[in-house]
T-cell receptor
Framework: GAGVSQSPSNKVTEKGKDVELRCDPI?????LYWYRQSLGQGLEFLIYFQGNSAPDKSGLPSDRFSAERTGGSVSTLTIQRTQQEDSAVYLC????????????FGPGTRLLVL | AQKVTQAQTEISVVEKEDVTLDCVYE???????LFWYKQPPSGELVFLIRRNSFDEQNEISGRYSWNFQKSTSSFNFTITASQVVDSAVYFC??????????????FGKGTSLLVTP
């Protein structure tokens, strides 16, 4: 079946604008994860959803970041008032469920804030 | 604190050489999982292997093999007879059960492997 998809693949925005990143997990996968990959920080975990619920949002870098998941499927990561340090590749992964199943990654959204 | 250490930042080998990528991890959990992912120049993270903490058997898949040793907290990855297509960044990752973060992956910094003809 189809893998994890993310859109847009690339996004260039101006500092101060809001952006919305989308993730479509593999069908039937109940767990969804967002990560960020940047030169300085490597790969870092942002937030986890089990179904529509995100138990802990403390991994989000600042209160400008928010995420939601609806219908146990699609998730959006929103960054408000973007800053240059938000430039990174945002990766989404999904896995079957609550146990330590393998996470499968999407191609990522490359965000550049000018 | 860094939970996964990949001490080798970059490795360069000539095609057909064997190469081992090191991974050392740190955890207090008795149940955990270890992973290797490959990130080719295209950028997508490709899953290679998952190992649980109770299974120390080495694993071989074609030219790839993995050596898991709990005594030294290491999970090393060897590519035999390397090929140019093996050129990529390889990430080792640790997954522990955390109530509010699920099984989020703690990644190492990655090892960039360049295989030249």
């Amino acid at each position: 079946g189809a893998g994890v998809s993310q859109s847009p693949s690339n996004k260039v925005t101006e500092k101060g604008k809001d952006v919305e990143l989308r993730c479509d997990p593999i069908s039937g996968h109940t767990a969804l994860y967002w990560y960020r990959q940047s030169l300085g920080q490597g790969l870092e975990f942002l937030i986890y959803f089990q179904g529509n619920s995100a138990p802990d949002k403390s991994g989000l870098p600042s209160d400008r970041f928010s995420a939601e998941r609806t219908g146990g499927s699609v998730s959006t990561l929103t960054i408000q008032r973007t800053q240059q340090e938000d430039s990174a590749v945002y990766l989404c992964a999904s896995s079957l469920g609550q146990f330590q199943e393998t996470q499968y990654f999407g191609p990522g959204t490359r965000l550049l804030v000018l | 604190a860094q939970k996964v250490t990949q001490a080798q930042t970059e490795i360069s080998v000539v095609e057909k050489e064997d190469v081992t990528l090191d991974c050392v991890y740190e955890t207090r959990d008795t149940t955990y999982y270890l992973f290797w992912y490959k990130q080719p120049p295209s950028g997508e993270l490709v899953f290679l292997i998952r190992r649980n903490s109770f299974d120390e058997q080495n694993e071989i898949s074609g030219r790839y093999s993995w050596n898991f040793q709990k005594s030294t907290s290491s999970f090393n990855f060897t590519i035999t007879a390397s090929q140019v297509v093996d050129s990529a960044v390889y990430f080792c990752a640790l997954s522990e059960a955390e109530k509010d973060s699920g099984y989020a992956l703690n990644f190492g910094k990655g090892t960039s492997l360049l295989v030249t003809p």
